[in-house]
């Protein structure tokens, strides 16, 4: 997976970087068709923002949270994104499943 990490308004440390990777990776741990992944932290005023593009096959899946604190953003982001991909591969396999049970609907009553 490609990862592009950008900061608006502020200083992307080697430990944001770090710490914005390592939660990525159980996202792909839970979903191996993934491309590339586009994320933004953001920091306006008293806000710390996460936003993140996620681009699999078959699907772009998109998430943002937003916290007083950027790792705790970070967190929930993660979380989110989790869900998402965790819910994109059930339904991809839930829809081969159901054109497999067509299929053998349609051998049965061929029959």
Sequence with gaps: ?????????????DALRDYVTEKLKRV??????????H???TVEKLEQKAEAVLRASGAEL??????T????????????LDR????????????HAREAQKGALADSLAK
């Design 28 to 37: 792909e741990r839970h979903f191996d068709h993934l491309i590339d992944a």
């Design 62 to 67: 998109h998430a943002s949270a937003v916290h």
């Design 39 to 41: 994320v933004i932290l």
């Design 69 to 80: 604190d950027m790792y705790a953003a970070i967190d929930q982001l993660a979380d989110r």
């Design 1 to 13: 997976m490609n990862l592009d990490i950008t900061g608006h308004h502020i200083d992307l440390t």
């Design 84 to 95: 998402q991909t965790k819910k994109h591969k059930e339904q991809s396999r839930d829809h």
